[in-house]
């Protein structure tokens, strides 16, 4: 198993209020992870930290096998896209390509080709010619992971991807997700507030309770552990 | 009015006044329709309100302290305009009430000085605007401005999509959002103080804004967008101006006109479009 990323010994703050301290755990190739924890735990703070749009306090985040922190596809929280943007399915999966692009104004052949593979993979390529305001809930997400799947080397990094989504579209997602993770080999760190189907799909499970006593370990670990209680209502 | 054709194009007034007027003005409508799709996609159509009200503040000092008008108010408007964008982003004052408060508190700053000094009339050009006064240095200014913008938009054009869809996204995939706002500001502030001179402090916006609202109307795509925004507000200048010799009336408002003539006939045409599909 080969290791792809490693938190040693993470702190950080927000807004000057420390949220992590001193987290650490490790994922291996083809893991799929699931972030649990109350809002104000700290969660979205570790996925900016793993993104590189924040730098943390104290401690490190190492990547493995020569990936860097843009090359992680990012499915960011449920953000009010269907406002009236105008944009085209396309226009916007291709735009997870930017990350690769370097100083390079304009994309390439190969890359038009990597985006229309990402919204066949997720069934949105008949979309591509649709204005992203005209399309559900559901098919709004698939569009974006299809934009994540464009960016992703190895690594999808999905903060709350089924929030806002009717039943039919949450099941639709989390199938996707776990067929990416074990069909297409897929590292996955989702975020999520749904523990059942957490301790179902995945196999690790990283809870952030309360700063001081994280929990990181597989789901049998975790509904054996005493702070499973307070999630799972025991 | 056959007289007033006449006239437009006797060499003197031709060459003199309204080529100079029609190539900077081209220049500025451009400028502002392409920097005001991102503007209004951002929520942010009322930063160059704000700003050519902050404009005028600055310009009513220059006037008074004698001083060029445009070495005062260019790194005046830019500095606003940076700060505004910064305040829009942080939460503590809520982006729409910062803009409130610098631009009311300019235009006061400006009026007070002015009335004071007692040039107001001077002064005025810039609240109304005179394209037809454009000398030959605005026009070079003009003209090199909307090079610059764009060669920027065609260049940048894939980021600063990606930053105006989705600024989280485009950060984490290595784009550096900080920098274009940053670009941003100093384009839209230096595209606000010359668009001021030509269609005045109180019009200003209605060139950011209305276009891109007008082609919201009817396109789907992003690129759709900007370059219907940008034909719509070409042809409303060249329409508007015409307009405005044959009929004596006032250029910047003439141009506003048509630009919400185009508004509204698009917004017809997409709800007819929409009705039927």
Known sequence: MKKILECDKLSASYDGTKVLSGLSFSLNE??????????????????KCLLGIKSPDSGKIILGDGLKSTDIGYLPQHTNLSAGFPATVA???ISGCLGRRGLRPFYSAKEKETARHAMERLGVADLADRSCRELSGGQQQRMLLA????A????????EPVSGLDPTATAEMYQLIDDLNKKDGMTVIMVS???VKSLECANRILCLCCSEHSFFGTPEEYVNSHISSRFLGE | MTENIRLMFTPEFFGAILLPAIIGGLAVTICSSLLGVTLVLKRYSMIGDGLSHIGYGALSVAAVMNLAPLKVALPVVIIAAFILLRLSESSKLSGDSAIALFSTTALSVGILVSSKAGITNDVSHYMFGSILAM???DVILSVVLSVIVITAFIILYNRIFS???DENFARA???????YNMIFAVLTAVTVVLGMMMMGALLISSLIVIPTLTAMRICRSFRGVVLTAGAVSVASFLIGMFMSLLLNTAPGASIVIVNVFFFLCFSLFGAVCRKRS
Do not use: P, Q, W
Not at chain 1, 147 to 150: D, E, I, K, Q
Not at chain 2, 173 to 179: C, E, Q
């Open chain 1, 30 to 47: 083809g893991d799929y992870l699931c972030i649990l924890g109350e809002n104000g735990s700290g969660k979205s703070t570790l996925v």
């Open chain 1, 147 to 150: 934009r994540a799947m464009c």
């Open chain 1, 91 to 93: 226009e916007v999966v």
């Open chain 2, 135 to 137: 000398n030959k240095s």
């Open chain 1, 193 to 195: 507030h749904d523990v």
């Open chain 1, 152 to 159: 992703a080397k190895k690594l999808l990094l999905l903060d």
């Open chain 2, 173 to 179: 995939t290595g784009v550096n959002a900080g920098i």
């Open chain 2, 163 to 165: 930053v105006t869809f």
